[in-house]
């Protein structure tokens, strides 16, 4: 007796790379001034979502004076029946959104996104008429949630998440910037050393891989990447496609 069981198509590829994490497969199927700027959308949503916060608190703990005046008068008045320091009240509500995503995330998907939608609504409205939090800051973190969904690969939007928290506390215990220029150098000393399967993370950024660079953060014309597959792969055979072949075809079909 024989037992067929069947399994959706998956497949592991590796060596990976940083760049990979900001890359998504219809990148290939848009024309390459539209893919460059969707991977660039991305790279900046994931600044915005780690550094919004720290921000945050770095400004009104310590460098308050970099403000513009009409926007400082908007951040006194909505923080002004606020009993909180800005680090407390920032992890208030980073651990209220934290709660609201692994419940809709556990929970079945109709009563998930329900639960999502509606707590969301009705926690940060009832935290700001409270007192506990300021409008401000709701919308920061709002946009810093919907900033860290925006990458196609799902488990670098979990790596966000909590990257958020150490970048956090050293912009409250070393001085403001100072403590994310800390926390920057610390992270970026990280990804240098990280290697996969051997490999390092960071090509082709470092090691500096020239070739790879058509297909990182900016998607040149295939025309111009030139039917090469990346370096890091120590590919065997080197061609992607037969670009000369295939631009001949294409060339007849004209």
Do not use: C
Request: zero cysteines; glycine letters at 6%; proline letters at 7%.
């Amino acid at each position: 007796m024989r037992l067929f069981v069947m399994v959706p198509p998956h497949v592991l590829t590796g060596p990976t790379t940083l760049v990979e994490f900001f890359a998504s497969y219809e990148d290939y199927f848009l024309t390459w001034p539209l893919a460059t700027a969707f991977r660039i959308i991305r790279i900046f949503a994931v600044m915005f979502s780690v550094l919004v916060t720290p921000l945050y608190i770095a400004v009104l703990t310590y460098h308050y004076h970099v403000v513009p005046i009409d926007l400082l008068g908007t951040i006194i008045s909505s923080r002004k029946d606020i009993p909180f320091p800005p680090i407390l009240e920032v992890l208030i509500l980073e651990l209220t959104i934290e709660l609201l995503r692994e419940a809709g995330a556990r929970l079945p998907t109709k009563i998930g996104q329900t639960i999502g939608i509606v707590g969301g609504i009705v926690i940060g409205t009832a935290a700001v008429e409270a007192g506990i939090t300021s409008n401000v800051l709701l919308i920061l973190v709002a946009l810093a949630a919907l900033a860290s969904f925006t990458t196609p690969i799902y488990r670098i939007g979990n790596t966000i998440r909590l990257l958020r928290f150490p970048f956090i506390i050293l912009a409250q215990m070393w001085g403001g910037i100072i403590g994310l220029a800390f926390a920057i150098m610390f992270l970026v000393t990280h990804l240098l050393r990280l290697t996969s399967l051997g490999r390092p993370f960071t090509e082709p950024f470092y090691p500096p891989r020239w070739p790879d660079l058509k297909d990182a953060f900016v998607r040149l014309p295939f025309s111009v990447q030139g039917g090469k597959r990346p370096i890091f792969t120590s590919s065997i055979d080197k061609n992607r496609i037969q670009l000369k072949r295939t631009l001949a075809k294409e060339g007849k079909r004209k």
